[in-house]
């Protein structure tokens, strides 16, 4: 059973920088994707950035690109999402997932999911 654990979150001001991390429990080769989802009141939940297991694969929304960095530790199976320059529409909780399978996708079907990390951006 693999388990994804969210840290990181919390209140900054806009045009600050944060850093998620997630750590993943379980069996390496259920997570070769991982991504971050984010989902703010009101709204669904979106793809923000997606990585494979080498790394050498990523995919980021266009609404966080050039300003958020997916990364990952494969040693220690977790993936971070350094965030910069943050905008107060960035405000959500943010939630990491999980697969098996090897393709980046930007819709919900994941395998495992984090019970998500709450970032606030003030104006």
């Known amino acids: 059973q693999v388990q994804l654990v969210e840290s990181g979150g919390g209140l900054v001001q806009a045009g600050g920088s944060l850093r998620l991390s997630c750590a993943a429990s379980g069996p390496t080769f259920s997570t070769n994707i991982m991504t971050w989802f984010r989902q703010a009141p009101g709204k669904e939940r979106e793809f923000v950035a997606g990585i494979s297991w080498s790394a050498n694969r990523t995919v980021y929304a266009d609404s966080v690109k050039g300003r958020f960095t997916i990364s990952r530790d494969s040693a220690k199976n977790t993936v971070y999402l350094q965030m910069n320059s943050l905008k107060p529409e960035d405000t959500a909780v943010y939630y990491c997932?999980?697969?098996?399978?090897?393709?980046?996708?930007?819709?919900?079907?994941?395998?495992?999911w984090g019970q998500g990390t709450q970032v606030t951006v003030s104006s």
């Open positions: 997932a999980a697969k098996t399978s090897w393709r980046i996708i930007t819709t919900l079907e994941y395998d495992y």
